[in-house]
């Protein structure tokens, strides 16, 4: 079956550290991909997708994610943190020419002032 | 611009209950979604609807779970009868079409007692 792995399920940073958090897919066909965060009391919301192109996408707030289709893997980074980082964030696969959507079970992260 | 309405925020019940939830997506979004999150998982696409047709429901439980979206407009998600398990926030979102940015709404915390 299809699935999407998180593989750190907590992160904890010092401010002005770098981030990268982890995604990956099992699914051998084309697929849309995206990261959504969720700071604290607030909705999920969309960081950054991917749909074609270039595979080293640009989203809001400094962050970026590379998609390596030979890894299956959409892994979100940032070179610097700020403590406003801090929240749960979910990387999700669309697979290509369906309506099917999948989540990750999210990483927490908390940045220390 | 208003974004996905959600109601109630909050709702405990005893299992086997009934309870429903409502969802307003932003104007003129076309495609509605239903999420089940439970905690400590990502969510979990329970149905889609594009305008007022499901377009996908493999992993809505429909012994217990419907779901409507009369007019293509408002969307309710009915558990009849709940169980223990069914205790997870329940999100809505809405995109303009179908595989493109999701926007959630704030969700409905359901505690089944």
């Known amino acids: 079956a299809q699935s999407v792995s998180q593989h750190n399920h907590h992160v904890i940073l010092s401010e002005a550290a770098s981030l990268e958090l982890g995604c990956n897919y099992s699914y051998g066909g084309t697929v849309n991909l995206f990261w959504y965060v969720q700071y604290p009391g607030q909705h999920l919301q969309l960081l950054l997708k991917?749909?074609?192109?270039?595979?080293l996408v640009k989203g809001i707030k400094g962050f970026e994610a590379e998609f390596i289709k030979s890894k299956f893997s959409f892994n979100l980074r940032k070179p610097s943190v700020q403590w406003s980082d801090t929240a749960e964030y979910f990387c999700a696969v669309n697979l290509s020419g369906t309506y099917k959507y999948i989540f990750g079970t999210g990483t927490r992260l908390k940045v220390l002032a | 611009e208003a974004g996905v309405a959600q109601s109630p925020r909050y709702k405990i019940i005893e299992k086997r209950q009934s309870v429903a939830f409502w969802c307003n997506p932003i104007?003129?979004?076309?495609?509605l979604y239903w999420y089940q999150q439970i905690l400590g998982q990502g969510p979990k696409l329970l149905i889609q609807?594009?305008?007022?047709?499901?377009?996908?429901d493999s992993q809505l439980p429909k012994d217990r779970f419907s779901a409507e979206r009369l007019k293509g407009v408002d969307s309710t998600l009915k558990i009849q009868p709940a169980k223990l398990e069914d205790s997870a926030v329940y999100l809505c979102?809405?995109?303009?079409?179908?595989?493109?940015?999701?926007?959630f709404g704030p969700g409905t915390r359901l505690t089944v007692l």
């Open positions: 104007s003129g979004h076309a495609t």
């Open positions: 609807f594009q305008n007022n047709g499901v377009v996908d």
């Open positions: 991917y749909f074609s192109g270039d595979p």
């Open positions: 979102a809405s995109s303009l079409v179908g595989i493109d940015t999701q926007y």
